[in-house]
Structure formats: C-alpha cells, structure tokens
Nanobody
Framework: HVQLVESGGGSVQAGGSLRLSCVAS????????MGWFRQAPGKEREGVAVIHRSLGIAYYADSVKGRFTISQDNAKNTLYLQMNSLKPEDTATYYC??????????????????WGQGTQVTVS
C-alpha cells in the first residue's frame, strides 16, 4: 500500500508562489494516476489537478488553469504542484493522492485510494 507525504506548504501573500511536493514511500508504477486535491474549512474537498504516470497528460480544475502546474519526477518518485499567482481563495489544506488506473480514467473524478496527510497553504 503506497504512502504519500506532502511538503512545501506555507503562508504567502496574494500573487506569490509555492511549490508542493509529494513523495511516495514505494515505487509508483506507470499505471498510476496521481492528483492534488484541496479542502478549505467548511468546504468540500475539490480536485485541483491530475496526471497519469505513463502519458504525463494533465488535467486541471478551471479555478487553477493557467496558474498551477502539476508535474512528476519518476526517478525521484515525486509529484509536484507549482502554484503561481496565488489568491486568497486558494487557501486550503492540499492533499496528494494516487490510484492505479488506466490513462483514460485518470481525471479529477477518479476514485483515489491512497492519500497523504496534507499540507496547509495560506494566502493572504
């Protein structure tokens, strides 16, 4: 069972940038779909971005398109989320997630089974 550990959260001013990292405890096979999700206080969890390990094709929520970039370093077993032009509404706990799935099912609606503990992002 893969374990995921996020890091890189913090407090920034609006317009600033942060890069989140997610390291997996075991090798993430090329059949995996990886994603970033977030949850703000009092709100439901929402998908931010996903990417399939084998094809590297990424999908984003409309709210972050053009500002956030998901990427992966397969050699380091690490997933990243580069967040630019941050807004106060981006404030949330950000979670990394993984699921073994074929590329055509890798989306924000995929049934992710492995989750990290989360990292807090605060934008003021």
């Amino acid at each position: 069972h893969v374990q995921l550990v996020e890091s890189g959260g913090g407090s920034v001013q609006a317009g600033g940038s942060l890069r989140l990292s997610c390291v997996a405890s075991t090798y993430i096979h090329s059949t995996y779909c990886m994603g970033w999700f977030r949850q703000a206080p009092g709100k439901e969890r929402e998908g931010v971005a996903v990417i399939h390990r084998s094809l590297g094709i990424a999908y984003y929520a409309d709210s972050v398109k053009g500002r956030f970039t998901i990427s992966q370093d397969n050699a380091k077993n690490t997933l990243y989320l580069q967040m630019n032009s941050l807004k106060p509404e981006d404030t949330a706990t950000y979670y990394c997630a993984a699921v073994r799935a074929p590329p055509y099912t890798c989306s924000l609606a995929a049934d992710f089974g492995a989750w990290g503990q989360g990292t807090q992002v605060t934008v003021s």
